[in-house]
């Protein structure tokens, strides 16, 4: 089995995590290969071949990210389009696509024999009216919002050519269940089960009291449009990453990608567990003292 190990190492004890990751995976049979980038850092460490980037791609069977879950999305496009499988080591704050934390990587030895389950996670795709040739993917999020030239702002939305919503916000959130723990959740959208196909909608700060989260079918074909005075626009965001500003009236579809990302799970319902800990718990040694 060929591994390709993609660090993250502006992360805290990113380096050495990959060391010890990466003489398991040796241990255990796997070729390990990583980006030349990286052979001045990793030089010490037996038993890596260093290639371009895109040989590693072509050449793996498995990419082991060991970062956050920004790094998983630095990589989540590529992986889907050569249908290669991600695991996810977790060395960030939170982590809810990553498999493994730390104390878990002896887990790694179970990859050569294929002792592991594997989610495939639906994305997203986002297409814009002025640029019809212009699309992007995303495995958490597009998102819509005001820019800072625009004081106030308003969002519609269509699905199937029937109006659905008109409200004034400072912008909207398109989500796949594997985004709904990240921008979503933070504004008031549900948590769901990363193995369903849906598509998740939620405003940003709306100006009603009646603005809820919905969720729409995968097959739903959506229409964004925001609106706003003129010579001012808003900004399109695809995981986390600004692509375009658009002007007031553009409209842009969002719809389930033909893309597909396979997600590895060494230890059984990681996401869940995830969950627990690190959202459902309280913040460790803090009281709330600290504020009074």
Excluded: W
Excluded at 7 to 22: D, F, I, V
Excluded at 125 to 139: G, I, S
Excluded at 209 to 219: C, G, K, P, W
């Amino acid at each position: 089995m060929i591994v390709y190990v993609f660090p993250n190492l502006s992360k805290k004890n990113c380096k050495r995590y990959t060391e010890e990751a990466c003489a398991i995976l040796a241990d255990s049979g796997c070729e390990v290969v990583m980006q030349k980038k990286y052979s001045s850092t990793f030089a010490d460490v037996r038993d890596i071949t260093f290639r371009e980037r895109s040989e590693c791609i072509s050449l793996c069977d498995i990419i082991i990210v060991i970062g956050g879950d920004g790094t998983i999305l630095r990589v989540a496009e590529e992986a889907a389009v050569n249908k290669k499988q991600i695991l996810g080591i977790n060395c960030g704050r939170l982590g809810f696509m990553a498999s493994l934390e730390y104390e878990q990587l002896e887990l790694l030895r179970n990859l050569s024999s294929r002792n592991f389950s594997v989610m495939s996670r639906m994305m997203l795709d986002v297409c814009f009216t002025d640029k019809p040739e212009e699309h992007f993917t995303a495995l958490n999020d597009i998102v819509l919002s005001k820019s800072e030239d625009c004081k106030i702002a308003d969002f519609k939305l269509i699905k199937d050519k029937a109006p659905v919503s008109f409200l004034r916000a400072d912008g909207v959130i398109f989500s796949t269940p594997t985004g709904s723990t990240a921008y979503s959740m933070s504004a008031g959208g549900p948590i769901i089960d990363p193995g369903m196909d849906c598509i998740e909608y939620t405003q940003i700060c709306a100006h009603s009291l009646f603005a809820r989260t919905m969720i729409f079918s995968a097959e739903s074909e959506l229409y964004a449009a925001f609106h706003c005075r003129d010579n001012t626009h808003a900004i399109v965001s695809v995981d986390g990453n600004i692509i375009r500003k658009i002007e007031s009236n553009t409209t842009m579809k969002i719809t389930r990608s033909t893309l597909r990302v396979e997600i590895i799970d060494l230890c059984g319902s990681s996401f869940f567990n995830s969950v627990n800990d690190k959202l459902m718990q309280p913040l460790k040694g803090f009281s709330g003292e600290e504020i009074i």
